[in-house]
T-cell receptor, first 113, second 112 residues
Framework: DGGITQSPKYLFRKEGQNVTLSCEQN?????MYWYRQDPGQGLRLIYY???????QKGDIAEGYSVSREKKESFPLTVTSAQKNPTAFYLC????????????FGPGTRLTVL | DQQVKQNSPSLSVQEGRISILNCDYT??????FLWYKKYPAEGPTFLIS?????DKNEDGRFTVFLNKSAKHLSLHIVPSQPGDSAVYFC???????????FGKGTRLSVIA
């Protein structure tokens, strides 16, 4: 079964702690993306990567970091510098920016207490 | 500055009737448009797309219309079913160039 997996589904952390969200895809897609969804805000792009070992900031990259050491994996770290980290985080992938349909994972709900 | 706008946060439609969801964009370079459907606590799923060389694309109950001169697209769902109740996102990009830009979504409620 081809697809995108995100784990865990729900994540709780104390304020001030860094936390890493996992995203794995077996679609052989070159590009991967991280979005954040807040109520009434739609999907906002945090970071994206078009190729291994390269990534670009999206619209709201402050307080986040990413790595792309493998084509299949694009983990997102929410750092203590992110002022409002509680949100629903979505990972997506496609063959490249603007090439065709983008596919999404099931999401991770992060709650910072 | 929002490049993709969905001005109606919510829409209620009776089962069996037509649902029309609207989307406006400001960037005239956009040439590829998509609609996604999203249930709570799940990732969005792709519904239908259209490139700027067309003005209409159909897939079953779903039809997307594109009016390039007005920078407007719409999604028609006929007939609407209770399972269509979800948030619908419009997205746009410049093919081969930019990541998708999403609107804020419209919550559709189909009432039985």
């Amino acid at each position: 079964d081809g697809g995108i997996t995100q784990s865990p589904k729900y994540l709780f952390r104390k304020e001030g702690q860094n936390v890493t969200l996992s995203c794995e895809q077996n679609l052989n897609h070159d590009a991967m993306y991280w979005y954040r969804q807040d109520p009434g805000q739609g999907l906002r792009l945090i970071y994206y990567s078009q190729i291994v070992n390269d990534f670009q900031k999206g619209d709201i990259a402050e307080g986040y970091s990413v790595s792309r050491e493998k084509k299949e994996s694009f983990p997102l770290t929410v750092t203590s510098a992110q002022k409002n980290p509680t949100a629903f985080y979505l990972c997506a992938s496609d063959r490249g920016p603007g090439t065709d349909t983008q596919y999404f994972g099931p999401g991770t709900r992060l709650t910072v207490l | 500055d929002q490049q993709v706008k969905q001005n109606s946060p919510s829409l209620s439609v009776q089962e069996g009737r037509i649902s029309i969801l609207n989307c406006d964009y400001t960037n005239s370079m956009f040439d590829y448009f998509l609609w996604y459907k999203k249930y709570p606590a799940e990732g969005p799923t792709f519904l239908i797309s259209i490139s700027s060389i067309k003005d209409k694309n159909e897939d079953g109950r779903f039809t997307v219309f594109l009016n390039k001169s007005a920078k407007h697209l719409s999604l028609h769902i006929v007939p609407s079913q209770p399972g269509d109740s979800a948030v619908y996102f419009c997205a746009a990009s410049v093919l081969g160039n930019t990541p998708l830009v999403f609107g804020k979504g419209t919550r559709l409620s189909v009432i039985a």
